[in-house]
């Protein structure tokens, strides 16, 4: 059985994790292929290598033209059920958006079916999360374990106003594994990362006894002391 170690030693972001997944060998052709099935238009993949701190990696980015596109939690499921995707890449998917949804729905104290979406509800975020999920349906994973998170720690601006990090949305999915500060002032996991890893990983803590055969390493727009990257190990 083909297993997966996310060691985010730098935190974990929706384009983070496509970077590494097609670093270690997802096929940037393939998952164009795949992501037309969603029906979408009006967005451009940008991948590229660049060196963090001595180190290679993959960058991925998803240049859109819509601004301010609000979309409900409902909005998004009818996507992706009108979408020609594999049944089973629409099931993960959907359950990764469901606990966004959910955890959204605490914070704000509404219904699901109300909720808004702003950031997570961009053109960006749902490529971010399909893509993620093709990624590891194409790769053949079938088990994925992580190592604790580094939330970060300081402040943000997000359409709510300035809030604390780990956003609370982050925060609520991650309720039950293990995080730690970090020690850097900046977000370090996003709430597309958080709902990805918390959605997907069977376990969090030390690497997991696996023979490695592939290593990739997806790269963060910031810049911290440490490399900003997200490795995934296959094995």
């Known amino acids: ?10 935190g974990i972001s929706g384009d983070m994790t496509v970077g590494a997944l097609l670093d270690v060998g997802l ?4 998952l164009e292929k795949e992501l037309k099935k969603l029906g979408l238009s009006g967005y451009q993949l940008e991948v590229k290598k660049v060196v963090k701190k001595g180190i290679s990696a993959t960058q991925f980015k998803v240049k859109i033209e819509e601004e301010g596109v609000e979309r409900r939690f ?3 499921l009818t996507i992706l059920e009108e979408s020609k995707l594999d049944e089973e890449i629409k099931k993960e998917t959907k359950k990764i958006f469901f606990n966004i949804a959910q955890a959204e729905s605490k914070i704000h104290q509404k219904e699901i079916d109300k909720i808004h979406f702003h950031e ?13 999920v093709i990624g590891i349906k194409t790769l ?17 601006k997000c359409v709510h106003g300035v809030i604390p990090v780990p956003a609370p ?5 991650l309720k039950n594994i293990p995080t730690y500060s970090g020690g850097i002032e900046s977000e370090m996991i996003t709430p597309t990362g958080a709902a990805i890893i918390s ?17 990739g390493y997806g790269a963060g727009e910031k810049e911290f002391t440490i490399p900003n990257l997200l490795r995934v190990s296959i094995g």
């Open 120 to 132: 997570i509800g961009g053109l960006d975020s749902i490529i971010d999360i399909t893509s993620t």
């Open 74 to 76: 409902k909005d998004i």
């Open 199 to 215: 959605t997907l990983a069977k376990s969090f803590g030390k690497r997991p006894l696996m023979e490695i055969e592939r290593i």
């Open 27 to 30: 096929k940037i052709e393939t």
């Open 1 to 10: 059985m083909k297993i997966a170690y996310f060691d985010c030693f730098s």
């Open 169 to 173: 949305a982050t925060l609520e999915l």
């Open 140 to 156: 053949g994973i079938k088990e994925i374990h992580s190592s604790t998170l580094p939330v970060g720690k300081g402040f943000i």
